[in-house]
């Protein structure tokens, strides 16, 4: 059997809610809510105002004609996410989120954050909207990010350093769960990405699916056509599966997900889970995980701690079966590359994520003819990136 | 069941506990007068208790060394626990708190694996019919193959497995295969179930665990829930389903408490951290807080 015949949530025989009893109770209610709201004028109106007037949407599709002249194929056009206030795709789910927390009664809100970007994302939610925010990082990654772990303080959040473990963001994940078992009654957990148990995959990508509903009309204005293909970096999947969604109907548009190779998928220090993992159950969900032979969950690497994650979301781990979308991995070095290059050539600094998907346009694009078109995410900018880029280039460069 | 079940009158004395485990020219015995698959099931824990009440320890196996768990299941067994939650390690164990989460890592840094917690299984089943239960996470088993596990464990004697991540509407995919086995998969209902209890104790298995507190495991000075609610909700249901009640429990005191709500008391942490703290010398001391947790239990 691959599942329960009693269990929701499901992308193929990915999903469910493989978590404690203690908070099936939460994630009902969460469901309940979403269910009711999602379809509810007055919300989406509400949130359209958070999107437009706060947010900055709709984010530009912007065409990178020096790239493209530069590479020699396809037409490349950005879509740029990290044009949107914090920086980062990140803000399109939390503003969704605290919002129908809002709307449930909760007061207070928690996250996880890897490099700070979601946490920073959570605390300017919260602080907008007047609710308790504590965002649970990895004692790791605090250090390697201390202008995040300040910049969330600033914004009125308590950060909580956890040390479980490898001390990084499976373990902030681990964390925040575990917080949640302890306080529900006024307490929303703000999941960063499109995993966990049931409805979070669905509930996040729904919120980020606003990046190809705008894609898609803004490219049909531009060149009257839909895209060749659409690139985004994978780590959970958030900003990937908000730039694929509107375009999974269209089968004449290739879906490219890009994971983090770290230094080399045949190498152990890699965050590639669908080109290394195995099927497995964790945080929730039933996906692809890097892990050992008797599901020990692997330490993952990857130069960028946003795609540091072990494992990916099931609606990508059921894309990759159905064969809907290609996933790839790019490696430190390429992204790294990919980030110089963006930047020199577009005089646009990239996230070291989103470099992963710029890495990948420039080997597609190149194969594909001038008559083609491909939408590359930039899911972030690049500043809070710039000091590690300078120490992997061998300068002593801190904040 | 097997004459060698550790029932009421088969119990060992608390002396011939303090001696040590049994010796080793008793095993050859032992294992002929113990043919597969005539082990205990979960029930029977409860049933075979003095007064129908179980004190069931928990530890992670591997911690410190596998030897040693193999040393605690004995010790417990003879000092009068009637089930034993065996932990096998994972690495990102969400339900527990701080004290068996570095359990698991440490038995993890020692290289324990699900093979060779079940070979220790082996070893113990040489020496005793002790009612087993493996405590994990649904990736352990996942990944050894459901049907596989359940299989190994039924070759083992063991009743089966508590899985807290598992919830009721994920339950049927690991159920089906251990049923199939002859085991259980333990059902978890907790503070926050309310009216899920009935559909839970409709078709739970083995026991009922009653988590006691909101969040994670750990030693805990007061349970504020009302446990006697949860437990009659459970009855009304399954009259004869045993319910042991689990988290924050660590004195005599506690357990007893408990088990006059329910049928039973489980202790992980309080164990737990002795064992972190005495290591390979934890044996002596954890029996001799199991036989004063397990005399509170069977004196309710």
Redesign the interface.
Known sequence: ????????GRFGIHG???????????VLELEEAYNQYKEDPEFNAELADLFNNYAGRPSLLYFAANMTADLGGAKVYLKREDLNHTGAHKINNVLGQALLAKKMGKTRLIAETGAGQHGVATATAAALMGMECVVYMGREDMERQALNVYRMRLLGAEVRGVD??TATL??AV?ET??EW????DDTHYCLGSVMGPHPFPTIVRDFQAVISRESRAQMLEAEGRLPDAVLACVGGGSNAIGSFYHYINDKSVRLIGCEAAGRGIDTWETAATISTG???????MKSY?C?D?????APVYSISAGLDYPGVGPEHAALHDSGRAEYVAITDDEAVDAFEYLSRTEGVIPAIESAHAVAHAMKLAPTMRRDQIMVVTLSGRGDKDVAAIARYRGEDLHE | MSNCTLGDGERPTQRAAANGERTRDERPTQRAAAPRRSFPHIADAFANSPNGKAFIPFITAGDPTLDVTEKLVLAMSHAGADLIELGIP???P??E??VI?EAN?RA?ANKV???NVFNMVARVREQSQVPLVIMTY???????GIERFAARQAELGMGGVIL??????????FD??FAAAGLDVVS???????E?IRA?AADARGFVYC?SS???TGVRSQITTDIGAMVSLVKEVRPDLPCAVGFGISTPEQAARMASLSDGAIVGSAIVRMIGELGEDCVEPVADYVRRMADAVHGV
């Open positions: 059997m691959e599942q329960s015949s009693a269990s929701r469910g809610q493989y978590i404690p009893e203690t908070l099936m109770n939460a479980a473990g499976k373990d681990s769960f575990r078992t302890n306080r529900i195995r099927l497995g159950i964790f945080h929730g995980f892990q032979e008797y599901g020990q969950i | 994972f690495s990102d969400t339900a708190g701080p989460q890592l993890l694996t699900t093979d649904a990736n352990v088993v996942y990944s050894y807290p991540d598992v919830p009721h509407e994920e339950k049927e995919e089906e295969p978890l209902i907790a503070p926050t179930s309310h899920r839970i988590v909101l969040g994670v």
